[in-house]
């Protein structure tokens, strides 16, 4: 492998991990603000199925966490299995995790629990 190889690939790498810490800081500093400043009334912002309102959670709810031990468990997966669907090209990330919170989010809009409100990553982990 080349010197210039070994660089684009230490670049690429990166790049990927700008990416994807950049999105775990994101959740991390949401659900922080959401607990100590506004004592989790942000949650309200997730999916509510079936009602109007509840389609803006599609954007919000992979932000969102019922706390620290749901954002944990959410982090780590996202860590890896997004890194996975870099591997092949990093910008397959985005285009990868916008499809899949507009479709995991509208199915959970469809078909969630009624009168409940849907929040966490996991939409964007198990699509």
């Known amino acids: 492998m080349t010197r210039q190889e070994k660089q684009s690939i230490t670049s690429e790498l990166q790049t990927q991990a700008i990416i994807l810490g950049g999105w775990v800081a994101l959740m991390w500093i949401v659900e922080l603000v959401d607990i100590f400043i506004f004592g989790r009334k942000l949650d309200l912002y997730g999916i509510i199925p079936r009602n109007p309102i ?30 996975f669907v870099m591997l092949q090209e990093t910008s397959d990330f985005f285009v990868v ?31």
Request: net charge positive.
């Open 97 to 127: 995790t916008t499809i899949t919170m507009l479709v995991g989010g509208l199915g959970v809009w469809l078909l969630g629990a009624p009168n409940s409100v849907h929040i966490g990553a996991s939409v964007l982990i198990f699509g």
């Open 54 to 83: 509840g389609l803006r959670g599609i954007l919000f709810a992979p932000f969102l966490h019922g706390g620290f031990s749901h954002l944990i468990s959410n982090t780590i997966p996202f860590l890896v299995l997004g890194w």
